[in-house]
């Protein structure tokens, strides 16, 4: 599976972003997207995540009610759809899949836990 990212940038606080993450050589129906952020000197943490067979999504407690992850079926592509940015926010975002993450109607939010990854995208948000 390869995970193309993008749609990062730079905003004030309050507005909103939208990141994409494109999926191909291999059907992701059965697997687990997350999204991951790191911000400097902080370890990669979960943001969110969707379990694409049942259309189950789980949220950090930080961005729960700010951000979702709704996706294209016909394009293969989860996106991040972040509202209400904080400058706490700012952080270097991956999106990440995995065959084997959902679990008992929940997934890991461990990062280690996730076997494919995009490459990050810059979120900075001012304040």
């Known amino acids: 599976v390869q995970l193309q990212a993008s749609g990062g940038g730079l905003v004030q606080a309050g507005g909103s972003l939208r990141l994409s993450c494109a999926a191909s050589?291999?059907?992701?129906?059965?697997?687990?997207m997350g999204w991951f952020r790191q911000a400097p000197g902080k370890e990669r943490e979960f943001v969110a995540a969707?379990?694409?067979?049942?259309?189950?999504?789980f949220y950090a407690d930080s961005v729960k009610g700010r951000f979702t992850i709704p996706r294209d079926n016909a394009k293969n592509t989860v996106y991040l759809q972040m509202n209400s940015l904080k400058p706490e926010d700012t952080a270097v975002y991956y999106c990440?899949?995995?065959?084997?993450?959902?679990?008992?109607?929940?997934?890991?939010?461990?990062?280690?836990?996730?076997?494919?990854w995009g490459q990050g995208t810059q979120v900075t948000v001012s304040s």
């Open positions: 990440a899949a995995d065959a084997r993450a959902y679990f008992g109607g929940s997934v890991y939010y461990s990062s280690d836990k996730y076997e494919y």
């Open positions: 969707m379990n694409w067979s049942g259309g189950s999504t």
């Open positions: 050589g291999r059907t992701i129906r059965t697997y687990v």
